[in-house]
């Protein structure tokens, strides 16, 4: 592989011109989405739709295409999993495996989507999903006219923070956020570490993400971008230096408490949501910082 564009799209799509099964080859992404920003940096992300998906979900494939480095995989929207494939010169490619069927059914109740109440809470998730992902912008390189067709009917959908998902965030920030504390006095601090990235930086970023699109400002999950849509405010807050360090755990563990406290009330306002700011928890937070942080000093 050469890294250049050309290639890599006449290598893939020759691949999937020459399996019988796969159905649909779409292409998604910011590299097909009009309004995106993408550089050398963007990956290649793709819907593999297939009628035999068990073939696909272990990886092995991607060896058939190009020169891989490595792959790897994961559980992606839904219940469907995600290949990323790593090529020569470092290019990334995306591949979500889709049942050819499922996905038929799932285009097919687009048609109606009046009907949506009686729909099975399967397809629900299975097709706002779809919409998430796909709306934004694709490209079928395999599957012709039919499934460019099938593509056509999922109007895009903002992904929206519910009330429930809300309280649920709070509730694993916080009790999360007295773990980390702990562990970083006990001179756990590798634990404590785990815990700020893994679900406190996690938990921030989404409610940031969700304030940002309140405030009609363009955001992205999983930290995309995230320094061209944070505030510094919100950017300092979430730098997060935590070396093993009692001094750098509760330094950061207490910028992302503020943060995330700003924010989830912001987000909370906004949406005529109650629920009490557990300032208590906080003060013990600060408390145990200047004890902890006095400790190590001596």
Known sequence: MSGCDDRWAAAVSSWADAQGDIEALVQIGSRVQATAESDRWSDYDYHLVTSRPDRYRNGSFCRQIAQCWVSGVQVAFGNAVKVTAVYEEALEADFVILNSLELRVATAAMKWPGTRVIWPRILRRGVDSLR???????????????????????????????????EALCGEFWTQLVWAAKKAARGEYRASQRALHIHLLENTLRMLQEEARLEGRKSFPLARRAENWLTPAQLRGTASKSEPSAEALFAALEGVADTFMSSSLAVATKRGWGGEVPRALRAWLRELALSSTGKARQ
Do not use: D, H, N, T
């Open 132 to 166: 998430i992902v796909a709306a934004p912008g694709w490209r079928v390189i395999k599957g012709g006219r039919a499934w460019e067709e099938r593509y056509s009917r999922m109007a895009p959908l903002a992904i929206v923070l519910s009330g429930a998902e809300f």
